[in-house]
């Protein structure tokens, strides 16, 4: 157990429309970082939130946007979706680097 | 060229047998990560190296830091070991936190 969740677990969506994930890490955690893994690929950089502002960002479009709160949740918003941004969604929060990974939500777009 | 390469891509072990998996990177790093994820996505970190040599039960990790270069041991592999194994380094400075991975190697062992 990580102590970090992710919500949902599975989701379906159809190309153009818009898809909001959820990460709630362990208190204190103060970093969380988003990666996209698509199938057979190990997990890409997508942003880092610390202190709920936008901390780094990977090669992503500004279509993927986040949000951190204050109770250490945070949220990865993906607008106009893609048929290739199909894929694992995870987030990880980091404490005296450390990392603790999320179990992902699967994001299919059709 | 990816920055971060891990060899080999597949391996496939007998139980018992001791398993190597290797890992290069081409940047200046702050820390590297060694982390399992089994089917289903769950990534769990194992080891997060800065320099030397780690244990934890029946995994080792060692990086050289010089020759940018980390690898990941495992003795007397079980079947329970089959995940993927994954590889990433973290830069440092403003990257704190911020990982770029490796393509993982998929570990079968066979009973």
């Known amino acids: 157990e990580t102590g970090v969740t992710q919500s949902p677990t599975h989701l379906i969506k159809t190309r153009g429309q818009q898809v909001t994930l959820r990460c709630s890490s362990q208190?204190?955690?103060?970093?969380v970082s988003w990666y996209q893994q698509a199938l057979g690929q190990g997990p890409q950089f997508i942003f880092q939130?610390?202190?709920?502002?936008?901390?780094g960002r990977g090669n992503f479009p500004p279509r993927f946007s986040g949000l951190q709160f204050p109770n250490y949740s945070s949220e990865l918003n993906v607008n106009a979706l893609e048929l290739d941004d199909s894929a694992l969604y995870l987030c990880?929060?980091?404490?005296?680097?450390?990392?603790?990974f999320g179990p992902g939500t699967r994001l299919t777009v059709t | 060229k990816n920055e971060v390469e891990q060899s080999p891509q597949n391996l496939t072990a007998q139980e018992g047998e001791f398993i190597t998996i290797n890992c290069s990177y081409s940047?200046?790093?702050?820390?590297l990560h060694w982390l399992q994820q089994h089917p289903g996505g769950g990534i769990v970190s194992l080891f997060m190296?800065?320099?030397g040599k780690k244990k934890h039960g029946r995994l080792i990790a060692t990086i050289n830091i010089q020759e940018k270069h980390s690898s990941l041991h495992i003795t007397a592999s079980h079947p329970r070991d089959s995940a993927v194994y994954i590889c990433a380094v973290e830069a440092g400075g403003t990257s704190y936190g911020k990982l770029t991975f490796g393509q993982g190697t998929i570990l079968t062992v066979h009973p």
């Open positions: 190296l800065s320099s």
């Open positions: 990880a929060s980091s404490k005296q680097g450390q990392q603790y």
């Open positions: 208190s204190g955690h103060n970093t």
């Open positions: 939130y610390y202190r709920e502002e936008e901390n």
């Open positions: 940047v200046g790093i702050s820390a």
